[in-house]
């Protein structure tokens, strides 16, 4: 884990190369905006392995799963903007057929179905996996990289697979049927946005510093959604299977309002999120956010 101070302003960001992300960091990646003399290197990593690293304490910056931030928060504050949040719609689960499960089924017959099924899951410290949980409890899965878990089912090493990312828009091209929306649950449970992911900062930043980052997050954020189709430009080499204007419709799923600030419905929403999954026993201790401010 590297130090950091004034006299060395290089900084590790991690994030994954998905087009949220991409569309986030452009204008950072593409110097669109005053980087304040500082030197960002460009960590593009899926979430399990962004996550992994953050147990670590790697990187400097990185995006990571909620979920993940429980085990990190001794290491590393959230910082209020970046945040990828389902506010009525997230993470899925489904199955190449719904045999035995009816069109509007209750949460009750879909958890009766899925029991018993082996579930491909995206990695057991991202908050799609907690948020299945707290759903349906504990449950057989096999954990296989995201992109690759279509292919999972497809070759029967899974009765069905819980998807992120792109796969929330591509799964009926792709041959799926839903089984679950994760974000449509939550939200008639709590009234609450879905929280997915975030972006922390390591607090051994010295706190100027820490402003400045904070700052230039902010204002890269803010540069594009103000210059949405060039950021959606930049974002294409991230598009796996989307055309320009599907990932212009993923992008503002997840580049949101949100995304500027939690605001106090983003907030409240990863303590119960966190609460929750502590009080089911998916959590050693209970965590309290802390934010960069």
């Not at 579930?119 to 057991?124: E, Q, S, V």
Request: proline letters at 4%; glycine letters at 10%.
């Amino acid at each position: 884990m590297s130090a950091v101070s004034a006299d060395s302003p290089v900084f590790t960001l991690g994030h994954s190369p998905d087009p949220d992300d991409a569309f986030m960091f452009y204008a950072m990646a593409e110097n669109k905006i005053d980087l304040r003399g500082y030197r960002f290197e460009h960590r593009l990593e899926d979430i399990q392995t962004l996550n992994e690293r953050a147990l670590r304490g790697e990187l400097h910056i990185s995006a990571i799963s909620i979920h993940a931030y429980a085990y990190v928060s001794d290491r590393y504050a959230l910082l209020p903007c970046g945040a990828s949040m389902g506010d009525g719609y997230g993470p899925m689960v489904v199955s190449l057929g719904r045999s035995g499960l009816n069109e509007g089924a209750s949460d009750e017959e879909i958890r009766h179905w899925l029991r018993g099924r082996t579930i491909a899951i995206p990695g057991r410290m991202t908050s799609a996996y907690l948020a299945l949980q707290l759903y349906l409890g504990e449950f057989e899965h096999i954990v296989v990289p995201f992109d690759e878990i279509f292919e999972a089912v497809k070759s029967g090493r899974a009765a069905a697979g819980l998807i992120i990312h792109e796969g929330q828009l591509t799964y009926a091209a792709s041959g799926f049927k839903k089984i679950l929306d994760l974000g449509e649950w939550w939200k008639r449970e709590t009234d609450l946005p879905l929280p997915l992911g975030g972006n922390v900062l390591r607090k051994d930043i010295p706190g100027a510093l820490r402003q400045d980052l904070l700052q230039i997050m902010r204002e890269s954020i803010d540069y594009g959604l103000a210059h949405r189709e060039e950021g959606v430009q930049h974002s294409m080499p991230y598009a796996r299977d989307m055309d320009a204007a599907l990932a212009g419709k993923f992008i503002g799923m997840y580049v949101n309002d949100y995304t500027r600030d939690y605001g106090d419905a983003g907030r409240a929403a990863i303590r119960e999120f966190l609460s929750r999954a502590e009080r089911a026993g998916y959590l050693r201790r209970a965590v309290e956010p802390e934010f960069v401010e």
